[in-house]
């Protein structure tokens, strides 16, 4: 049987999947795990690190597209 908490994550799915509460749970993440510092210091692979862990898969893809983001919005 599912604990409380469980059950409770279960019942949240549908709106973290909703675009609105997909944002919202990215930017929650971001700001817990402060991933600002690294991307201040424009660190992919440190931004990668703190939402990946050890894994690295897509690193250049990401710095990729990193760099294409920030030549739109700079």
């Known amino acids: 049987s599912l604990g409380a908490r469980q059950a409770k994550r279960l ?3 549908p709106a973290v999947a909703a675009p ?3 944002v919202l749970t990215a930017l929650w993440f971001w ?3 402060g ?3 690294q991307a ?3 660190s992919v692979p440190g931004v990668t690190r703190i939402i990946n862990g050890a894994a690295m898969d897509g690193l250049a893809d990401r710095a990729a ?3 294409r983001a920030k030549a739109i919005f700079t």
Request: hydrophobic share 50%; charged share 15%; aromatic share 0%.
């Open 31 to 33: 700001q817990k795990h």
């Open 40 to 42: 201040a210091l424009d």
């Open 35 to 37: 991933c600002s510092a």
């Open 11 to 13: 019942r949240a799915a």
């Open 65 to 67: 597209l990193t760099a």
């Open 20 to 22: 609105a509460g997909a």
